[in-house]
């Protein structure tokens, strides 16, 4: 690839796009972070990461309807960040045991933590 302008640091940027993912990879990033764009998403993976819930429960937390939370949680475990498991007429959910689903708890949390600085760890 020809630049329209070389600083100095063509061969730097040669390698940095050889090893560019495919635009696939970003793609899938771009809409984990759309999916997580949404306040209640964002609380209900940062709690689900911390304990393991019922539905009932998680609508009590939010302060929102089981079917409302329902929805949000859908969202979150097609994209692989949570899991759920029945029991009885329940479903418990928790996050889910990935790299990415730990790599994004992580960020929120750094996130919030450099967003609120008097916060407590």
Not at 11 to 27: H, T, V, Y
Request: proline letters at 3%; a negative charge.
């Amino acid at each position: 690839m020809i630049l329209p302008h070389d600083h100095g640091n063509n061969d730097k940027i040669k390698d940095i796009i050889r090893e560019m993912p495919a635009l696939e990879g970003f793609s899938v990033a771009s809409e984990i972070f759309k999916l997580l764009g949404d306040t209640t998403r964002v609380k209900l993976f940062w709690l689900l990461c911390h304990t393991e819930e019922c539905v009932a429960d998680l609508a009590a937390i939010m302060n929102m309807s089981s079917p409302a939370v329902s929805h949000h949680l859908r969202f979150l475990k097609t994209a692989g960040l949570v899991v759920s498991r029945r029991e009885g007429k329940e479903v418990f959910y928790r996050c889910a045991d990935t790299e990415l689903a730990e790599a994004l708890h992580h960020i929120i949390e750094d996130v919030v933590e450099i967003a609120c600085p008097d916060r407590k760890k």
